[in-house]
C-alpha cells in the first residue's frame, strides 16, 4: 500500500527557495502494511518494513515499479560507431 | 545530532572557525588496514583495476605524436551495491551496530542509499533512506526511482519527497522519531571508508605500472570522493599522485527548483554540490563535514552531460563494460586528460558504478526529451543545462573546463569569514583557514589589524 502525505502547504515552506517550489505543497509518499480497512482515496494508516505507523491518503494497492531502459537515442549510436570505425576499420572482426 | 551519529562534535572546537580535523577523523577509531579489514567481511571492496586499452588507443588516434595516456578503470560496480558508496555506508554502518543503535537513517538520492540498505540488510539494522524524488507533478527522475527499487529490494523504508531543502526537516523528525544513527555522508566514518579506495588504487597499480598512478580522476559532488581518495593515496605512500575532482557542468540549474529538477539528467556528482560542498562544507547535516575536498584536490574540472553519455557510450561499446552514466563523470574528464599527458602516463578513472532500468543512459535521455531537452549530436559550446544535450560524435571533441583553484579558494575565504567579527579570531582560525585552502598563513590576510569598515 502506498500513502500520500502533505508535509507542508505552500506558506509553510523554507524561506529562500524558488518561486516554483514555493508555491506548491511539500509532500512525501511511503510504502506499508494497511492497518485499517481502507478505500483509495481515504485517510489511513500503514505500517512501514520499519514498524513506523504512518497516517495519510491511501493512494496505490500493490505499488511496483515500471520505469524502463528506453529506446537508443539515434545520436548515442552515432558516437559509438564512429568510434568502432576509428579504433577497428573496416568493421568488427 | 551528538546522539544521532554519537560523536560530542563541540570536543573538537578550536577557534572562532577553527577545529581539529584530524582529531575528528581519529572518531574512526581504526587504522586504514582495519577499515579494509571491516570492508572485506562484508564483501566490500578489493574491486578489479581494469586497463582500458581500447579507450586509450581511441584516444591516442586524436593526440600528438608521444602523448596519450594509458587509461585504466577502477571497477567499483562490484561492490555488493553496484558503487564505491558501499565503502562509505559499509563503516557507517559497523560504527552503528558497534554502538547498539537499531537502525540507520539515511538522506540521500543517490547510491549510497541503496548502499545504506544493503549494508543495514546484512548487519540486521532497520533502515529508512529519505530521496528527493518528484517534482509536483508527481513525475519521478528515473534514476532516483531505481534507487528507490534497490533500497526497497533490501528490505530499507523509502520516504519520497517532493523537491526542496525541507527534506532535511523531515529527515530530523525522522532521527527524533525513531533514534536511529543517523549515516550522513558527511561523517568520518564515512570518509575513512573511502580510504581504502585510495589505498588499493596505488597498490593496483603499483603491479600494472610499477609505480602509483600519475592522475587520478574522481568524480566530484559532496567532497567525501575527493577527501577519501586522497587520504587513502597519502597512507599509501603515493601522496605525489595528482587528483582531479571532475563534475557534470548544471551551472543555471537551481537545485531547489521544482522546474528545473526533472530537466536535468544528473542527480549527484554535478556543479550544483561541487562548488557549494568545496566552497562551503559546513553546509551539510553534520557540525563539522569531514569531507573537506579544497584541501586535497590539485584540480577542479568541468564537463558536460554530452560529454559523459559520450564516455559511457565509448565505454560500452569499446571496453564491453556497462556503467553509469552518472559515475562516468571522471571518466570523461579522463578521456580528455589523458589526450596530452604523455604516453607513459597513467591515469586512473577511481570509480564506476552499476546502471540500470531509470539510470541507464537510453532512459536519461529519453527522459530529457520528454521534459523537453533536447538531445542531439554537437560540441560541448552546444550544450545549455536543461535545454540542450550535444553529445560529441569524434574523440577530438572531448574536453574540460578548467575552474582555478585560487577563485575556489578566494570564495571559501569569503564564505567563512562572511558575518564572523575578525577581531574575534586568533592564530589558531588563520592556521585552520590556511590548511583548508592550502594558502600559506600570510595569504588568508586576516592576521593583520583591520582598517575601519574593513569587511
Redesign the interface.
Known sequence: MRIHRVELAPPERAPAIPDETAAVAFESWVNGRLVDDSAIGSRTRIRTTTGRLVEGDLVEVSPGYRHTFGSPPASLLRAGERAREILFPGGVR | MRQSVGIDYGRFRRGRLAWDYEGLMAEVGHDLDEVARIQLDRGVGHTPMQEAR?LT??VR?VSASGRGARIFVKDEAANPSGSFKDRRASLSVFEAARRGYR?VIAATSGNYGAAVASQAARAGL???VVQE??D?RGV?Q?EI??K??VC?EF????????????LF??FLLLLE??GYFNASLYTPFSVAGIETLGAELAHDMRRFAGRPPDVVVVTHAGGGNVTGTARGLRKADAGATAVVAACVDLRGL?M????DFNRKSFTTGHSGFAFPFTTRPDRSDVPFNAARPLRYMDRFLLVTQGEV??AT??L???EGMQRGPAGNTSLAAALALARELPAEATVVVQETEYTG??K????????A?ANGVE???GTRDENVPGQVIA?????AQLAVEEVGLDELRQSYLRQALRDVDRTELDASDVEFLADETRLPVEAIGIGEPLAAGGS
Open positions: 581500447n588507443a581511441l588516434s537502525g532497520a533502515c529508512i524524488t518528484f509536483s519521478g528515473p526511482i531505481e528507490s527499487r526497497e528490505g530499507a523504508e523509502v520516504v519520497q519527497c517532493t523537491v526542496g531543502p525541507e526537516y523531515l522519531e525513531t537551481h531547489a527548483s521544482d522546474r553519455f559520450y557510450e565509448l560500452s561499446k569499446l532500468a531509470g541507464h543512459p537510453w532512459a536519461q535521455l529519453a527522459f526529451e538531445v542531439k549530436t553529445i560529441p560524435d569524434d574523440p
